[in-house]
Structure formats: C-alpha cells, structure tokens
C-alpha cells in the first residue's frame, strides 16, 4: 500500500503538470466569480484548519461534554445560517482535529465566527485560517428525514 505522502505527492505533481507555467492569482476575495478551470464557476471560501488547543485533553469529564454539545450545537447554527457549507473531524488522531468551509464574505468574517466556538473560546481548539479559491455551489445537502 503506498503511503499516504506519496499518494499527496503524487497528486500535486499531476496538478502542476496540468497547470500553466505561471497562473494567475486567484482574484481577491471580495471579486465576482468566474471562470475556472474545465469550466467551473469559482469563488473564494474561508477554510478553518481546527488544531488541539493549549487546554486540549483526551480526559472524559462532564465540562469536556458541555463543551463538545456547545461546539456541535455552533456548528448547527453555522450551517443553518448557511455560512458554515463543510465541517467534520480528522480520524487519524494528530494534533489536526477537524476543518471547517465557510461561505462569507471576508477572512475577518470567518474568524468572528470560528471565535463563536465553545471549544475555541476555551482553548480545546486552535484556529488556522486560508482563503480557499474553488468551485462555486459546494454543499453538503441535508439528509431527507426519516419516515
């Protein structure tokens, strides 16, 4: 089985064959979609690289509880404003917890909101922030309801 570096290696090489030999910057953040590559509509999105905080522990205790509820009740809220598209853990247990994808309008937005979190209000969690330039209308549909 390959390694998963190599796998990651081995797909940003293929990306940079494909790609022009000086492409252009994506247009900042507050610019109208456009064009992309094959066609795609793009637009800019904020993606949150959620980390093990200074205040991070593994220990099973009832305020770690409250604050998981806080931040997965934030999490709800988020998607149901319509700000927060893409959110989800990592399982491979390294210091890299989770991400979140926002659709909104400004980086310093996006930081407002990740600072809403229960779990980065007390330090369980550490936020990296990157505008990310990609296809526009990406979405998680809900799920139907259950009969």
């Not at 507050?30 to 992309?36: D, F, H, Q, R, V």
């Not at 205040?55 to 927060?84: D, F, V, Y």
């Not at 990406?138 to 309801?145: E, S």
Request: hydrophobic share 40%; net charge neutral; proline share 12%.
């Amino acid at each position: 089985m390959r390694s998963k570096a190599f796998v990651v290696s081995a797909f940003c090489l293929a990306l940079a064959a494909t790609a022009p030999a000086s492409p252009a910057a994506p247009p900042p953040p507050s610019a109208a979609p456009n064009a992309g590559p094959f066609g795609y509509e793009m637009t800019t999105y904020y993606v949150a690289l959620l980390y093990r905080g200074p205040n991070w522990s593994a220990e099973e205790t009832p305020e770690r509880q409250r604050i998981m509820q806080g931040h997965l009740a934030n999490i709800g809220r988020l998607a149901e404003e319509g700000k927060l598209i893409l959110a989800g853990p990592f399982r491979d247990g390294s210091d890299l917890s989770g991400m979140f994808v926002f659709q909104v309008a400004s980086l310093e937005e996006a930081k407002a909101l990740c600072d809403t979190d229960p779990a980065v209000q007390a330090g369980r969690l550490r936020v990296e922030l990157h505008p990310w330039y990609s296809a526009k209308g990406i979405n998680a549909p809900k799920p139907a309801p259950k009969p």
